[in-house]
């Protein structure tokens, strides 16, 4: 665990390293979740390659203003230790003053012997671990009533809240937690706990670990608590060649100590741990659900960022619902060449009929756009009858009958997926909008429908979710 932050926040002189073996000096400056920037001076306008040592210097008067890809920037702190931008740009300030701009960067101490920048091995901390593991590290301690003679305080390392999995690919997952103990002295003790993933199998590029396994994990557990997760650290390490410790905007440098949640908090939706849900299936499926429903995913990354307008969270809402059911049962009851080919058959018979004007035929063809898709309201009762029962039948209490809040938003509705529908248009086409009292409501029932649907992508069971409506930590009114 202390390998999670070789340096402190701030600014660092060092020598840039280029691939020509030349170097030129410069300032870097880390800060957590913030881009890492370095200066440089006396940087080619273009990244030299190796075949550039034997040739002149590109000019300094050719550069260009603006921000350009430079490539694998290496470089070396004062204090010997190594620093690596795998995909680094260059802003040219002034002849002669560069700023080199990278979302990640890697800092270890022998990064210059990793020449392909690949690691075997990848540990990691998200906000949210503690909820998502689902075990407590502790099973038991003991603290004296009184402070009598030879009084202990102690506990007990659970076993089972070190789980490991292995999955489809042969990478080794392991959701653990590590320990920290002050200094031992006559005056105080302290034992704290980190919950962490360490992930282990072939070596491949830092990205790739973040894009397999550190960027869904923060999704997923943001999607289980309801509430954005950062990534607080990230530690890369290659067999032989020793660690790095990652730095860039999307992690935070404020690890984490594991608390039991606050009382009255909403309990995570997924849990790991015995006889629950794996890691690695849960980090899968999360990954296939982006893949297969890429507008929907991205919507429910957003379900616990704040600051979204209403307008803008509903209309996004109903797009990414409206995405996922086309995505799982189609555009139309039909498919496009039947209902094309029905479609021209009756244009054919109307046209051929004479109760039917040419000037009516005509205004039919020019505005009468039928495209045989399901109606809003369709694929949200669809996606509604798709939840467990549980779920259906929680969302059917808080809407039957239809809500007084929601009563002028079209006459005679059929239903609350009507009122939805019709809200959605109502904004989209520059109608009378709902007030944002409205919008709320009708949001946090398609959220429900959003999240119902999740849970079952992912394999886990709606119970939890459905106690959560029950107690009122999750309102549908």
Not at 126 to 144: C, D, N, R
Not at 371 to 386: K, P, S, V
């Amino acid at each position: 665990m202390n390998k999670n932050q070789l340096l402190s926040v701030g600014e660092y002189p060092l020598e840039w390293r280029l691939a020509d073996g030349s170097s030129v000096p410069g300032v870097l400056t880390l800060a957590g979740a913030e881009t890492v920037t370095g200066t440089a001076y006396g940087l080619p306008a273009e990244p030299p390659s190796h075949e550039d040592a034997a040739r002149a210097r590109p000019s300094w008067t050719v550069w260009e203003p603006g921000v350009k890809p430079y490539g694998v920037v290496r470089g070396e702190l004062r204090n010997n230790l190594d620093i690596a931008l795998p995909d680094a740009c260059v802003s040219h300030q002034l002849p002669g003053h560069s700023v080199l701009l990278a979302s990640l960067a890697m800092i270890g101490p022998k990064l210059r012997d990793n020449r392909d920048l690949v690691f075997d091995e990848i540990t990691f901390q998200v906000e949210g671990l503690t909820e998502l593991s689902g075990v407590a590290p502790l099973k038991e301690y003991k603290i004296p009533q009184r402070l009598a003679d030879d009084a202990t305080y102690g506990g007990t390392w659970n076993g089972e809240s070190t789980q490991e999995w292995t999955n489809h690919g042969g990478d080794r997952v392991r959701m653990h937690y590590v320990a920290s103990f002050a200094a031992p002295q006559g005056y105080k003790l302290s034992f704290t706990t980190a919950p962490v993933i360490t992930v282990s199998g072939r070596p491949r590029p830092l990205d790739e670990w973040m894009n397999t396994y550190v960027r869904p994990s923060a999704e997923l557990a943001g999607f289980a608590v309801n509430r954005p997760q950062a990534i607080t650290f990230v530690t890369v390490e290659r067999e032989g060649v020793g660690h790095a410790s990652v730095y860039g905007r999307e992690l935070s440098q404020q690890r984490f100590d594991a608390e039991q949640a606050a009382p009255g908090a909403m309990p995570a939706l997924v849990r790991c741990g015995p006889g629950r849900a794996s890691m690695p299936d849960l980090i899968g499926r999360w990954s296939a659900m982006k893949r297969d429903y890429p507008v929907f995913a991205d919507y429910l990354t957003s379900i616990p960022a704040p600051g979204l307008p209403i307008t803008a969270r509903f209309t996004a809402l109903m797009a990414s619902l409206e995405s996922f059911h086309t995505i799982k049962y189609g555009a139309g009851p039909l498919g496009k060449k039947e209902f094309s080919r029905e479609k021209n058959n009756v244009m054919k018979e109307i046209r051929n009929s004479r109760d039917v004007s040419e000037v009516n035929y005509d205004w039919l063809r020019r505005w009468g756009n039928f495209f045989g898709t399901y109606e809003l309201r369709e694929r949200l009762r669809a996606l509604h009858a798709g939840l467990p029962r549980a779920l259906q039948d929680l969302v059917n209490a808080a809407v039957e009958p239809v809500p007084d809040l929601l009563a002028d938003v079209v006459a005679n509705p059929e239903d609350i997926w009507h009122i939805a529908g019709k809200a959605r248009n109502n904004l989209a086409h520059g109608n009378t909008p709902q007030t944002n009292e409205q919008l709320s409501l009708l949001t946090q029932l398609g959220n429900t429908l959003a999240v119902g649907h999740v849970l079952s992508l992912l394999g886990a069971p709606a119970d939890p979710f459905a106690a959560a409506i029950t107690r009122g930590d999750w309102r549908l009114e």
